[in-house]
């Protein structure tokens, strides 16, 4: 969307918007989490309102990033699964902000919020850069090839670490001076695959998860197929979870 010809006036307050996939509030040290390193959540919590029980309309990230950013609940927009487009009768907190002069931007991790889906209405900035060329998968080309590796692989998962979209976001802040703005991170290591980089990788676990003397993870099954891959050898549950509690922590 192009920028709004007027200012929001002074004074507005800026508003900031922070989402995490598949992020468990027992793995949060403000929620009461043991163990698990998550100190600036914790300051946040502690210096402002923390809900002690908060939960997400549909466990599926699209259809509950609309509802977050619409106030309309799934059984609203009839957006039940990825890759649904966000109704375009349903007005969207970005798109209010920007006809109120403010300056909006938005860094995404994952490619099922992909602007092509609606997400990107109201926003100045929209950027989903998942490929190593900056600026491809913006392109024709680069959707196409997204859309082909899904094809050819359904489980396929297209993300951006949490360190490359929060740089961006901030890059962007700094362009703003002293406008106010909407900025939405939403960030997604938490979700599987678990790959935290050092030292989160071994922040949590010591020892051999391949070691035949484990046995956690024969009970195990159900394991959902993006995952199966990255836990093919893994012998040891604790592994498994200490890798997602290094990637919260990250």
């Not at 027992?26 to 390193?37: F, N």
């Not at 109120?100 to 992909?114: C, E, I, K, N, W």
């Not at 802040?173 to 290591?189: M, S, Y």
């Not at 979700?191 to 071994?202: E, I, R, T």
Request: proline share 8%; hydrophobic share 40%.
């Amino acid at each position: 969307s192009p920028p709004v010809s007027h200012q929001a006036p002074a004074g507005s307050p800026n508003v900031v918007l922070v989402t995490v996939d598949t992020l468990r509030s027992d793995h949060i040290g403000a929620w009461g989490a043991d163990g698990v390193k998550t100190p600036h959540i914790d300051a946040i919590a502690a210096s402002g309102v923390r809900f002690a029980r908060a939960m997400a309309p549909i466990a599926v990230t699209g259809p509950s990033h609309a509802a977050i950013l619409s106030g309309a609940g799934p059984w609203s927009t009839q957006m039940l699964l990825n890759g649904v487009d966000v109704p375009e009768q349903t007005p969207l907190l970005s798109e209010n902000l920007q006809t109120a002069g403010y300056r909006t931007g938005a860094f995404v991790s994952a490619y099922v919020l992909d602007r092509s889906l609606g997400f990107g209405r109201g926003f100045e900035v929209y950027d989903s850069q998942f490929g190593r060329l900056r600026g491809f998968s913006d392109t024709r080309m680069g959707r196409l090839v997204a859309a082909l590796d899904r094809v050819m692989d359904p489980h396929l998962i297209l993300e951006r670490r949490a360190d490359q979209t929060v740089d961006r976001a901030i890059d962007w802040l700094e362009t703003v001076d002293d406008q106010p703005f909407f900025v939405w991170v939403h960030l997604f290591d938490p979700h599987g695959p678990y790959a935290p980089p050092s030292p989160w990788d071994q922040a949590y676990y010591s020892g051999d998860p391949f070691d035949q003397s484990h046995t956690s993870m024969d009970s195990v099954s159900g394991v959902a197929p993006y995952l199966q891959d990255s836990l093919s050898g893994i012998r040891d549950l604790d592994w498994v979870k200490a890798q997602y509690a290094g990637e919260v922590s990250f």
